[in-house]
């Protein structure tokens, strides 16, 4: 599958009657809001883990040096915390293009605080996109972001950013502080 997916992602129609739908995100998505937004809620979805798997050429590198930005990994039992929009589908002419580079937007059960479940949407990198980098040993991984950028900022950045804003949400997600951990310890070299 090629990594640019504007055009199945538009193609996903599903929600488009709707006045609204729930986009779930879990990674840039929780910190860096950049469309309207109706509602915001922390939550989450079962059976994914983030992992720093994908490449990024457009955003966090570029075509000959990318970043590594995080995708979800299929875990069973595994829950990922996350912050949950309430958009119009309008939005999503944007969106798709914002996550273009390899991410499928596809629906998924999302789950609020207090139990209330909602079928909704997220953006997931998988396996057969062509900037999928796949697994790495959390130093690897580090290293590669230490040295990333592109168009939208630093590769390291975008783990810090991450990191707060996790830790805001109270959510505990082991291998992004192991790669916060390598990257502070590094420095900026
Ligand atoms: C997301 O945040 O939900 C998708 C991945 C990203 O844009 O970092």
Same mark, same amino acid.
């Given at each position: 599958m090629s990594a640019n997916t504007i055009d199945i992602n538009q193609r996903m129609? %599903?929600?488009? %009657?709707?006045h609204s739908v729930w986009l779930f995100g879990y990674g840039s998505l929780i910190y860096k809001a950049d469309f309207p937004f109706i509602q915001r809620r922390p939550a989450r979805i079962h059976h994914w883990v983030r992992r720093f798997w994908q490449g990024s050429h457009?955003? %966090?590198?570029?075509?000959e040096a990318p970043g590594r930005v995080l995708t979800l990994a299929s875990q069973p039992g595994a829950v990922c915390e996350g912050m949950a929009y309430l958009i119009t589908p309008q939005e999503f002419e944007h969106l798709d293009r914002r996550e273009k580079n390899g991410y499928l937007r596809l629906a998924t059960a999302i789950e609020f605080a207090d139990g209330e479940q909602v079928e909704g949407l997220f953006y997931v990198a998988r396996?057969?996109?062509?900037?999928y980098l796949g697994p790495a040993t959390e130093t690897e991984i580090a290293a590669q972001i230490a040295a990333a950028q592109g168009p939208s900022g630093s590769n390291r950045d975008y783990v810090l950013h991450l990191a707060t804003a996790l830790r805001q949400l109270g959510e505990d997600d082991a291998h992004v502080f192991a790669i916060e951990r390598y990257l502070n310890n590094r420095g900026t070299d």
């Amino acid at each position: 599958m090629s990594a640019n997916t504007i055009d199945i992602n538009q193609r996903m129609n %599903r929600f488009d %009657r709707h006045h609204s739908v729930w986009l779930f995100g879990y990674g840039s998505l929780i910190y860096k809001a950049d469309f309207p937004f109706i509602q915001r809620r922390p939550a989450r979805i079962h059976h994914w883990v983030r992992r720093f798997w994908q490449g990024s050429h457009d955003h %966090r590198g570029t075509p000959e040096a990318p970043g590594r930005v995080l995708t979800l990994a299929s875990q069973p039992g595994a829950v990922c915390e996350g912050m949950a929009y309430l958009i119009t589908p309008q939005e999503f002419e944007h969106l798709d293009r914002r996550e273009k580079n390899g991410y499928l937007r596809l629906a998924t059960a999302i789950e609020f605080a207090d139990g209330e479940q909602v079928e909704g949407l997220f953006y997931v990198a998988r396996e057969d996109n062509s900037a999928y980098l796949g697994p790495a040993t959390e130093t690897e991984i580090a290293a590669q972001i230490a040295a990333a950028q592109g168009p939208s900022g630093s590769n390291r950045d975008y783990v810090l950013h991450l990191a707060t804003a996790l830790r805001q949400l109270g959510e505990d997600d082991a291998h992004v502080f192991a790669i916060e951990r390598y990257l502070n310890n590094r420095g900026t070299d």
